[in-house]
Nanobody, 122 residues
Framework: VQLVESGGGLVQSGGSLRLSCTASGLTFSRYHMAWIRQAPGKGRELVAVISWSGTVIDYADSAKGRFTISRDNAKNTVTLQMNSLKPEDTAVYYC????????????????WGQGTQVTVSS
């Protein structure tokens, strides 16, 4: 199983970034997907989660109204559109996959990508 994130970078406060994650080696449409971030010196934080069908979505309070998670099962991809970025959004963002909804809604998913750095300057 391989999850590959892309789209991170440096952006000014108030700017936008679009993260993408492409999965291989698994039946993507059977997996719930999540974006999880970890800032320096802090623990993992679940940012957004989407069910295998895309019909159930949830966000951390810090992401609501600013971030949008979506998936394309035909392309084995999940994306995170991040708008109105703040310096406190600075973190490494990981894509994660798990077949169990109870697990994917915690930062303890079965499969992880290598992460992509997002840095928001003030």
């Amino acid at each position: 199983v391989q999850l590959v994130e892309s789209g991170g970078g440096l952006v000014q406060s108030g700017g936008s970034l679009r993260l993408s994650c492409t999965a291989s080696g698994l039946t993507f449409s059977r997996y719930h997907m999540a974006w999880i971030r970890q800032a320096p010196g802090k623990g993992r934080e679940l940012v957004a989660v989407i069910s295998w069908s895309g019909t159930v979505i949830d966000y951390a309070d810090s992401a609501k109204g600013r971030f949008t998670i979506s998936r394309d099962n035909a392309k084995n991809t999940v994306t995170l559109q991040m708008n109105s970025l703040k310096p406190e959004d600075t973190a490494v963002y990981y894509c994660a996959a798990d077949e169990n909804w109870a697990v994917i809604t915690t930062p303890e998913a079965n499969y992880w990508g290598q992460g992509t750095q997002v840095t928001v300057s003030s």
